[in-house]
């Protein structure tokens, strides 16, 4: 989140106001606070004696490209209607929303003479019906949809995208922003097993990635695992506690995924030959090179997704081909993205649910968008995911276009086969965009439509669920791709599993970014961790609910605390965000936490970091709660040179910790269109629907019960690229 001081948005013009919209203010200007989505957000509104001359934003906490771009839209129609009538922008309502209040303030304040009037004025848009033909039509302008224009464009293809929100990017634009593939460079190479560089596909030497604590450990379990067929009786007399692979693994696994198991162990054995004798003569696990393999991360998606449902009466898993293609697939996309201009951070990353060390970040991108032969910078998710598939789309083909602030709402049919879509602009005008080749349906997931979550919920008890609960998705994603496409007679599978995502403010629901492996939870009566918070998301959740309390209303509160280090976007780190996150010493806790009335003594708290990071620097697991990976301490300590902490240098008083109110909220809903491996959606007899196909989560069956984190944004860039390559297979 962005925060602008000074004018960051301003749009003078005329007073034209119509005769029937005729006001008088006293003239001057006026400075209002309001609070926005994401805290406080300030604006100083100008009046003559009958007009409204200037809007300035002088400062906000909006996330750019998500609230803050409703700014540059609403300011000219409030002050060309003269008033606050004006419509929301799609998805971005909450931000709209204050931005008008603010307005309104200002207004009384400045005496307006017909306040019912002002709140009515708006000038209404007078757009033209559309009709028009493309190759390709897109539904969604999120990840997905984008990915699946730039594939399309590139393979010459004409490309509308359709977009219901104000702003390209959807979901996406609000994920952590790191896709989950083994980048293999970076990682143990059998081939060179000493190695400490790798040359990438770039050309240049990259230093190999360390193992983390408790790598070793998983490593060993899985060589252990059991080949026998999945055994399910077992859990007909006994719980299923979801993330314990050590039970998990002594009852088999399904058929399907064994010669991936096999094959696993051969190369685990082969990196285990290599790191004993090193481990032998004291070199420490996280000196060792990383292991990691297109093999591991499928096995892991297969077990960290597989479930059982509340009533223990239904499996979910991911399906095989499915899943084996997007982890193939996935190692294809860091060429292809970085070809759009797209930059990295040459590592692997973990981050919460992810289970290994195979995140990749990107780093924004520079793309030549004015034409003038040096590129321009566009940072995160907005330069990584959004403008640079877009630039690719536009440059293709002068007729490809983004329609935004356009709802799709029904598919057309000729015969059996989907020949296009009609849509609605806010503004009222009826679009019929028609496709010659096909309708890929991009419009993501349900987790925002808490109604629907809770009405085909079979995963989670129901008293876990509320329709208070937050969720971290745009208020767009309510399932309406799903549905469209089931009017045709479409298929869905997996639908019931929806996995909460841990890591949310407690107070709006909205993603609270940063990585598991450098943070801890802290149980809020008792001060304490109460959770290996390197666990699946489903089971971080379920730790929150029973050691967590009502703060708030949201079920399941609890504090995150993290030290300097902690992963985190600069303008965020450090700061305070009413509500959200608190930067404070060691010694100001006391005060925190009284003011937000919490149980848990900060004496405890602090003996829970002292403890944790005491640790994390003899390089073992803490004694109070288990974590199978940490990659930083809470604290801050000096580094031997061989990557070892130096205990005596050790200190916390000084240490600006980042403190967060966090509690569960909807994040990924798992099922969706039924697909087959060429993304094209099926019917209820399992046939293709001819002419139409589907990416990302608007689609079912790839995750199983529970998605790895950066598992998703790994599928939506690879299932775009699919529908978008499908597409010109079965004109």
């Not at 004025?121 to 009709?131: A, G, H, S």
Request: some cysteine; proline content about 4%; hydrophobic content about 35%.
């Amino acid at each position: 989140m962005k925060k602008t001081l000074g004018i960051l948005a301003t749009a003078l013009i005329l007073c034209g106001c119509a005769q029937d919209k005729t006001l008088t203010f006293t003239p001057g200007s006026y400075e209002k606070t309001v609070i926005g989505y994401n805290g406080p957000l300030s604006v100083r509104v100008t009046f003559s004696d009958s007009c409204i001359t200037d809007i300035n934003i002088l400062s906000h906490e909006e996330m750019s490209h998500v609230g803050s771009f409703a700014f540059d839209e609403l300011i000219p129609q409030i002050k060309e209607a003269n008033g606050v009538g004006v419509d929301a922008v799609s998805g971005a309502t909450i931000t709209s929303i204050a931005l008008m209040n603010a307005v309104t303030q200002a207004a009384e304040e400045a005496g307006v003479s017909n306040m019912e009037q002002f709140r009515k004025n708006r000038v209404d848009k007078v757009e033209k019906d559309i009709e028009d033909t493309w190759d390709v039509v897109i539904i969604g302008a999120g990840g997905a949809g984008l990915a699946a224009a730039a594939e399309a464009a590139g393979e010459g293809n004409t490309v509308l995208v359709i977009e219901k929100n104000g702003e390209m990017g959807g979901n996406t634009l609000v994920s952590a922003g790191i896709y989950q593939s083994v980048v293999p460079y970076l990682v143990w190479d059998s081939s060179h097993p000493d190695a400490t560089q790798g040359l990438g596909y770039d050309g240049e030497m990259h230093p190999k990635v360390k193992m983390g604590t408790g790598c070793i450990r998983d490593l060993n379990l899985i060589l252990g695992w059991s080949e026998e067929i999945f055994d399910s009786t077992f859990y007909r007399t006994h719980d299923f506690v979801p993330g314990d692979i050590v039970e998990l693994s002594k009852h088999g696994v399904h058929p399907e995924y064994l010669p991936t198991l096999k094959a696993l162990k051969h190369e685990i054995n082969a990196y285990m030959a290599w790191a004993k004798p090193k481990m032998a003569k004291g070199v420490p696990e996280t000196q060792l090179t990383l292991f990691s393999t297109k093999n591991l991360h499928l096995f892991q998606t297969y077990y960290g997704g597989l479930r059982n449902s509340a009533e223990t009466n239904k499996w979910s898993y991911s399906e095989f081909d499915l899943a084996k293609q997007v982890v193939e697939e996935g190692e294809a996309l860091k060429p292809w993205l970085s070809s759009m201009g797209i930059e990295f951070h040459e590592q692997q990353l973990m981050m919460s649910g992810e289970m290994w060390f195979r995140g990749n970040k990107m780093d924004g991108a520079k793309i030549d968008t004015d034409g003038d032969g040096e590129p321009e910078y566009y940072e995160g998710n907005w330069g990584s995911y959004v403008m640079a598939p877009y630039h690719t789309l536009i440059k293709a083909n002068k007729k490809n276009q983004v329609m935004k602030s356009t709802t799709a709402y029904e598919l057309i049919m000729k015969g059996n086969r989907v020949t296009g879509v009609t849509a609605q602009k806010q503004s009222g005008a009826k679009v019929i965009a028609h496709a010659k080749k096909g309708v890929i349906i991009a419009s993501g997931g349900y987790a925002a439509n808490i109604n629907k979550v809770i009405n085909t919920n079979i995963y989670w008890k129901k008293d876990l669920l509320s329709p208070r609960m937050g969720s971290t998705n745009r208020s767009s994603m309510r399932g309406d791709g799903i549905e469209m496409a089931q009017d045709m007679g479409a298929s869905v599978t997996g639908m019931g599993w929806t996995q909460l995502m841990p890591m949310s403010y407690a107070d709006d629901g909205s993603i609270a970014f940063g990585s598991v492996s450098d943070g801890i939870f802290i149980n809020p009566n008792s001060g304490k961790r109460f959770v290996d918070e390197s666990s699946d998301r489903d089971v971080l959740a379920e730790k929150c609910f029973k050691y967590g309390m009502a703060i708030n209303g949201q079920l399941g509160s609890y504090l995150f605390i993290g030290g300097e280090t902690t992963s985190e976007t600069k303008e965020r780190r450090g700061i305070d965000i009413p509500g959200k996150q608190y930067a404070r010493t060691i010694h100001q806790l006391p005060e925190l936490i009284k003011s937000l009335k919490l149980p848990a003594t900060p004496s405890v708290i602090e003996q829970t970091i002292r403890s944790y990071d005491e640790a994390i620097m003899a390089g073992k697991e803490p004694d109070d709660v288990p974590k199978k990976y940490a990659s930083s301490l809470i604290g801050r300590a000096k580094k031997n040179d061989d990557g070892s902490y130096d205990a005596s240098t050790y200190s916390l008083d000084s240490v600006m910790l980042t403190i967060r109110v966090l509690a569960p909220s909807t994040h990924h809903t798992m099922g969706g269109l039924k697909i087959d491996a060429w993304r094209r959606v099926l019917d209820n007899a399992d046939k293709p629907i001819p002419g139409l196909y589907a990416a990302g989560e608007v689609t079912g069956g790839i995750h199983g019960g529970n998605r790895l984190g950066g598992n998703a944004l790994t599928e939506i860039l690879v299932s775009g690229r699919i529908a978008a390559r499908s597409v010109n297979k079965f004109k």
